[in-house]
Each structure stands twice: as structure tokens, then as C-alpha cells.
């Protein structure tokens, strides 16, 4: 079946860091890619998406670009902040029917001023 | 608008028991979702509701688990005979149409003693 496999943390880097976070898929057909990102105390986010290859999603500074060839969407930042400090998982949407997602393990990142 | 709610936030119950969570999606909202994340792991897929009928039921892990949507808003997960094993927080997401974006709820974690 589906699945995706991302970086695992924790992660801590210092403010006004590059961040990377690697993610890659495995599926059958063309699945819509997203992150989600999950502050401390909040529910799930969608941080970003794309829905094609090549598309390249940003939101809030971050950018994942949809890799066919390497079927992969790595999620970058060029400067973190403190607020940034959340789990952030990779995701793909199954193209079986319902479309439910299915999730990384997730990436704890922390932030330090 | 308001979002997702869940009920409730935290239940804790004893091995054996049976409990009912409670997901109040966005009004109008026509796809359901639930789905069940474990300590350090990300969401896995429970079942999948168009309206009032479970669209995609796979991800149920077993026949002690059952979800209802009567009138296509609000769903009730029902977990028989808990076990230990069932300890998570159960997370639901609803969108306006299959396919769309998710939006989740806050979750209600269980614990089973």
C-alpha cells in the first residue's frame, strides 16, 4: 500500500537556521502531497500542498516542491524561528477512493533563540 | 467559523469497558474522517464517511471498533471491550467534499487502564 517515509527528529536547531526535512513516498498512481504541522497544543495544520508533479507549495516561508522522479518533497525553510518549534508531518493522499491521508511518523523541531 | 470539535478531550477508562467519542465537523461539511495516532507515530486512517454511510471502512483495526454518522454531521466512534492497545488519541477531519482539504479537531486522547 501507500506509505511515506520522513525524516525523524527531534530536530533542534538555533533561530535563523536552514531547516530541511526529507520526505519521500511510495504509491500507486499520482497522489496529491501535503505537510502538516502541529504546534504545541494545537490540532493538525496543512502547512502546504501540491497536487501535481513539479508543483511547488509554500506557505509561512516553507517550500516543498513535488520530486516525481525522486518521489519525494522535501520540506525547506531558509530562516526558522522560535514559533516554528512544532511536528511536522509529510503526507500523501490515497487515490483508492476516499482520499484519506496517509502520514509520516512526524518530525519534532525546536527552535532556539 | 467554528471548526472541528471533539468530545471529549481526555477519557480515560478501564480495560474492558466500552466508550464513545464524539466529532462535531464543520457545518456543511459532507466528508468525515477519523483516525487514530500513537505515541510517537503519525495518523493512521480509521473510516471514511460521505455523508451518512462509511465510504471506506478499512483502517478499522477490528470488529470492536464501529462509527456512525446517522444524519451526516455528527459521528460517534464506538470502541467495545477496550484494550490497552487502544490507548491514542483519535483525531477526526472533515471537508467539503472528498477530495478537499482536511481540517482536523483537536483529538481525544484515551487512555485504557
Known amino acids: 500500500g501507500d506509505s511515506v517515509t520522513q525524516m525523524e527528529g527531534p530536530v533542534t536547531l538555533s533561530e535563523e537556521a536552514f531547516l530541511t526535512i526529507n520526505c519521500t513516498y511510495t504509491?500507486?498512481?499520482?497522489?496529491?502531497l501535503f505537510w502538516y504541522v502541529q504546534y504545541p497544543g494545537e490540532g493538525l495544520q496543512l502547512l502546504l500542498k501540491?497536487?501535481?508533479?513539479?508543483d511547488k507549495g509554500s506557505n509561512k516561508g516553507f517550500e516543498a516542491t513535488y520530486r516525481k522522479e525522486t518521489t519525494s518533497f522535501h520540506l525547506e525553510k531558509g530562516s526558522v524561528q522560535v514559533s516554528d518549534s512544532a511536528v511536522y508531518f509529510c503526507?500523501?493522499?490515497?487515490?483508492?477512493?476516499?482520499?484519506?491521508?496517509?502520514f509520516g511518523k512526524g518530525m519534532k523541531l525546536t527552535v532556539n533563540p | 467559523g467554528a471548526g472541528v470539535s471533539q468530545t471529549p478531550s481526555n477519557k480515560v477508562t478501564e480495560k474492558g469497558k466500552y466508550v464513545e467519542l464524539r466529532c462535531d465537523p464543520i457545518?456543511?461539511?459532507?466528508?468525515l474522517y477519523w483516525y487514530r495516532q500513537s505515541l510517537g507515530q503519525g495518523p493512521e486512517f480509521l473510516i471514511y464517511?460521505?455523508?451518512?454511510?462509511?465510504?471506506?471502512d478499512s483502517g478499522l483495526p477490528n470488529d470492536r471498533f464501529f462509527a456512525v454518522r446517522p444524519e451526516g454531521s455528527v459521528s460517534t466512534l464506538k470502541i467495545q471491550r477496550t484494550e490497552r492497545g487502544d490507548s491514542a488519541v483519535y483525531l477526526c477531519?472533515?471537508?467539503?467534499?472528498?477530495?478537499?482539504?482536511?481540517?482536523f479537531g483537536p483529538g481525544t486522547r484515551l487512555t485504557v487502564t
Open positions: 477531519a472533515s471537508s467539503a467534499r472528498r477530495g478537499g482539504e482536511q481540517y
Open positions: 504509491a500507486t498512481g499520482y497522489p496529491s
Open positions: 501540491a497536487t501535481k508533479a513539479d
Open positions: 503526507a500523501l493522499s490515497d487515490q483508492g477512493g476516499s482520499e484519506k491521508l496517509v
Open positions: 457545518s456543511g461539511h459532507t466528508a
Open positions: 464517511f460521505q455523508g451518512t454511510g462509511a465510504a471506506d
